[in-house]
């Protein structure tokens, strides 16, 4: 038989994790954007 | 005084724009959540008849508000788009989906994990969980179709369609209580009052505040990048690489 604690753990814990898993995918996602932008730029500068 | 809205649709100004709201709505989120724990796991009184377990509601009620909202918020963006042909506002639908999707996941997560001990189950095919579930697979739809095509554009005419036809989900996950007999309880919180304690009730709308916060919040960092991955090649972008 489990405990309260592990119920109430296993909610707050996961939902904390999502939302920091969404907080790093947000990062990750810009900082792939302005990479991406860079690297345009930079081919057409050889070009 | 007139406001020209036209001005806030273009994807350059609205790229400012959200740049300098997104951290306030981050911190009001921050504050509102913080209080909402405390007043849920210290301040709110053990209920009779569920214990502690009962908790676990300060954080599903708010999430699965929050998965019902936004995908409202969604498909009138999608709609808009459709109608309008506005770029900004297919942007702001693809900005909110997988935010939508990751509080609807944490309806159903939660949800199951206050399910075991009270109903002695942590998945039960009930009308309400099932309309829950499809809610997910109408988001995950979304962002694989929003997706699919080459075009961005295609991608989000499509994607607004599926996001419209989906809103049929919302009055049925809503009455679903009503319509079937269902494990799931009926509304604790209405228009017309309620029968919580006041620090149960107080929890629970400080973490919707926080959710809520929070969601615009990541929208609108999430859109910037979906900006700066449209316009990547006009000047005003390159110019914020530099």
Known sequence: MRTAQFYLWMSYGVTALALVAELLALRWRRSRAMKRVEEERDLEAQD | ?242
């Open chain 2, 1 to 242: 005084m007139t406001m020209n809205w036209f001005y806030f649709a273009s994807p350059s100004t609205f790229y400012r724009l959200a740049g300098r709201m997104a951290p306030a709505f981050f911190a009001l989120a921050a504050v509102l959540g913080i209080a909402g724990v405390y007043v849920g796991l210290v301040q709110a009184p053990t209920d009779a008849q569920q214990g502690e377990v009962y908790r676990i509601m300060f954080i599903h009620v708010p999430a699965a508000w929050m998965s019902m909202w936004i995908y409202f918020i969604m498909a009138c963006y999608g709609g808009v788009s459709l109608v309008f042909n506005t770029r900004l506002a297919a942007m702001m639908a693809r900005a909110l989906a997988p935010t939508g999707a990751m509080f609807t996941f944490v309806a159903l997560w939660t949800g199951s994990f206050w399910g075991r001990p009270t109903w002695g189950a942590y998945w039960v095919w009930d009308a309400r969980l099932t309309s829950e579930l499809v809610l997910l697979f109408l988001y995950f739809g979304f962002i694989a179709l929003a997706n699919a095509f080459e075009e961005p554009r295609r991608g989000d005419r499509a994607a607004a369609l599926l996001a419209l036809i989906g809103l049929v989900n919302l009055p049925i996950i809503y009455f679903s209580v009503k319509w079937w007999n269902t494990l799931h309880q009926g509304s604790s919180v209405s228009f017309k009052g309620t029968s919580m304690h006041v620090m149960m009730l107080a929890s629970m709308l400080l973490m919707a505040l926080s959710f809520w916060m929070y969601s615009i919040g990541a929208s609108l960092v999430r859109v910037r990048s979906i900006i700066v991955e449209r316009e990547s090649r006009t000047h005003w972008v390159r110019g914020l690489a530099a």
